[in-house]
């Protein structure tokens, strides 16, 4: 049981960041981030940076490019 527990917490704590992740940027609902969104967060963001995260080049990034560029390491999770 203890091992149950535990393994739940480790999830949470790797889940929790990437999932709130577009919520934290997205501040018009559409649970996408723009240039816009990301430079309002983002010291220094510049359409570059935009560029490379937002891989399927159609000018949002969604969940995943926003995981991946965290993974990444290309920008930190929003809100640490
Ligand atoms: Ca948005």
Excluded: K, Q
């Excluded at 430079?39 to 995981?67: M, W």
């Amino acid at each position: 049981m203890r091992r149950v527990a535990v393994g739940s917490i480790v999830a949470a704590l790797f889940a929790a960041p990437v999932f709130a992740s577009v919520a934290l940027l997205d501040t018009d609902g559409d649970s996408l981030v723009s240039f816009e969104e990301m430079s309002a967060v983002y010291e220094d963001f510049t359409e570059e940076d935009f560029a490379e995260i937002d891989t399927s080049g159609d000018g949002l990034v969604d969940e995943t490019e926003l995981a991946a560029a965290i993974e990444a390491e290309m920008i930190e999770a929003p809100g640490e």
